[in-house]
């Protein structure tokens, strides 16, 4: 082997005159390649061809995403998505598509927002319960306890958060006595404050008033079989 394929970076070819720089050599190309390999890496090239097939176009091999424009993008949609504990990101995407959002756009927190109001405006009462039934059957298991115990596991913060990624919703916590204690006894006056901006006291007084009677009735034998009433 001569000096020059020895000292070349077989990432970006670059070639070097020594040893100890080709050592110290760390190039986008090669940061790209490792972080491929790690689980979040794996997600983003899976996700980014999810994107692909969504809109009918082909799956591309991992060499190709190395160099993908969007490269960065779906590495920070990973972040993004996990930190805002989004639950569907096919559903995500699709509606990025449906509006011509490119992913550059994605991480952008009025996107995010928009998307919220989208789902809240939507989905029906019978979504909103299978998501948080299998919010709350999910959190069950990572934490080791049953549904029926799992507001002595969570903290207001969790729950806030829970909330405002739409994973549990007002619409079977505020008919959940367990969640109504947890909301008197185990929170702070600022947290109390949190709550109330999150679920608006009035607009959700005015949900229930117009909620026909066997969508609440769906809603208690929910609430009955997590173990929350």
């Known amino acids: 082997m001569n000096q020059k394929s020895e000292y070349k970076c077989k990432h970006c070819k670059h070639i070097f005159t020594s040893e100890i720089?080709?050592?110290k050599h760390s190039c986008k190309e090669m940061k790209?390649?490792?972080?491929?390999?790690t689980p979040r890496g794996i997600a983003s090239f899976i996700v980014y061809n999810e994107w692909r097939k969504l809109q009918f176009r082909k799956t591309i091999p991992k060499n190709t995403f190395l160099i993908s424009k969007y490269f960065d993008s779906f590495h920070r949609f990973i972040?993004?998505?996990?930190?805002?504990?989004?639950?569907?990101r096919r559903a995500y995407m699709t509606y990025m598509i449906s509006n011509t959002i490119p992913p550059y756009f994605?991480?952008?927190?009025?996107?995010y927002?928009?998307?919220?109001?989208y789902l809240d405006t939507t989905l029906v009462i019978e979504d909103?319960?299978?998501?948080?039934?299998e919010t709350i059957k999910e959190l069950s298991n990572i934490l080791g306890c049953p549904t029926s115990n799992?507001?002595?596991?969570?903290?207001?913060?969790?729950?806030?958060?829970?909330?405002t990624a739409r994973r549990v919703s007002p619409w079977i916590l505020l008919l959940s006595k367990k969640f109504l204690d947890f909301l008197v006894h185990k929170t702070t006056r600022e947290e109390k404050i949190l709550f109330n901006k999150i679920i608006d006291p009035v607009k959700?007084?005015?949900n229930f008033e117009c909620i026909i009677f066997n969508d609440k009735a769906s809603i208690i034998n929910e609430i009955k079989l997590l173990g929350i009433n």
């Not at 790209?32 to 390999?37: C, D, E, G, I, T």
């Not at 972040?79 to 569907?88: D, Q, R």
């Not at 994605?106 to 996107?111: G, L, T």
């Not at 799992?150 to 909330?163: A, C, H």
């Open 106 to 111: 994605w991480c952008d927190n009025d996107v």
């Open 32 to 37: 790209r390649y490792n972080f491929l390999k």
């Open 128 to 133: 909103w319960i299978s998501e948080t039934s």
């Open 204 to 206: 959700w007084r005015k």
């Open 113 to 117: 927002m928009q998307y919220i109001k």
């Open 79 to 88: 972040e993004f998505s996990n930190l805002k504990s989004m639950s569907n």
């Open 150 to 163: 799992i507001f002595d596991f969570l903290l207001p913060i969790d729950v806030i958060k829970l909330i």
């Open 21 to 23: 720089i080709f050592r």
